[in-house]
């Protein structure tokens, strides 16, 4: 992961001058790492895949990226947002989700998810959900899990390495990375809102990604 | 006299999904207005499904 995590910084080879979103050039998106996947490929996130780079990791196609999380905010801005759950198991994924949920809000689930909690009525943390989004599917397998048992839609953000069992939508992108993971949320986020008419496409977020970026604590 | 319930289908396999059985529904996600079907087995192996409304193909 740290191997991945040196080259994550690096991936700016875009141009500075198209813009992706209202006023933020494709070079600040890149910049997070979002289009960087592992150096696995599964036969699932095949499609997703842009090109190979020569030190073997996998690039995820930026279109693709940004095509699914227009998707996903337009269905969580159908979806009764209150019983919209967002996961993360993983620590970098802690702060976008929270900014996420703080934003349109979702129930954010950080950290270890009790098991139960969508399947057991007589847990204490019991939710009934109406849509479940996960950060890593492969690290949130017990949400995936339950989300199946009790047919609830799940969207998924999927690295190039994940698996996509159980997972209703993908969002293709790299869910280990600390900026990209931001990245990904700020987009969801500013997406949602403009889906649910809260936000005007040519308008901005009052957060940078910066601001959804978990931070790293020196000891 | 029988009558025929018609039961909803699973969109990738066209499987009959019976009520009780493990599945998931739900709108398009792309359009949001043709209601998508996933039988327990399609979801488990990721087969692709295609809203016949919008072309969208996930997941
Ligand atoms: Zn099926
Ligand atoms: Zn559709």
Redesign the interface.
């Known amino acids: 992961m740290s191997y991945k995590k040196d080259y994550e910084e690096k991936d700016e080879s875009g141009s500075s001058e198209k813009l992706v979103i209202a006023q933020l050039p494709e070079r600040t998106i890149l910049a997070t790492g979002i289009r960087v996947g592992t150096v696995v490929k599964t036969k699932?996130m095949e499609n997703f895949i842009s090109r190979t780079r020569p030190d073997g990791l996998h690039i995820i196609d930026l279109d693709k990226i940004l095509s699914r999380i227009d998707?996903?905010g337009?269905?969580i801005a159908?979806s009764d947002i209150k019983r919209t759950v967002v996961c993360s198991a993983r620590e970098y994924g802690k702060k976008p989700v929270e900014m996420f949920c703080s934003l349109t809000g979702a129930i954010p689930m950080i950290g270890r998810f009790m098991p139960g909690t969508f399947t057991n009525p007589l847990f204490a943390g019991h939710i009934d959900p109406e849509l479940a989004i996960v950060t890593d599917p492969l690290i949130d397998a017990q949400v995936v899990e339950e989300a199946?048992?009790i047919?609830?839609?799940v969207?998924a953000i999927c690295d190039t390495d994940n698996?996509?069992?159980?997972?209703?939508?993908?969002i293709p992108g790299n869910n280990r990375g600390r900026r990209a993971l931001a990245a990904i949320f700020w987009l969801l986020a500013r997406i949602v809102l403009i889906h649910s008419g809260a936000l005007s496409p040519d308008q901005q977020l009052d957060h940078s990604i910066e601001d959804f970026e978990t931070k790293i604590i020196e000891e | 006299m029988s009558e025929r319930i018609s039961l909803p289908t699973c969109t990738s396999c066209n499987r009959p999904i019976a009520p009780g059985e493990?599945?998931?529904?739900?709108?398009c996600?792309?359009c949001?207005q043709v209601v998508i079907w996933?039988c327990?087995k399609c979801?488990?192996?990721?087969r692709d499904y295609k809203c016949i409304n919008c072309g969208?193909i996930?997941?």
């Open positions: 699932y998707i996903a337009r269905f159908r199946s048992n047919g609830v839609p969207i698996v996509t069992s159980n997972t209703d939508l993908v | 493990k599945a998931v529904k739900f709108y996600l792309n949001g996933r327990e979801r488990k192996f990721s969208f996930g997941p």
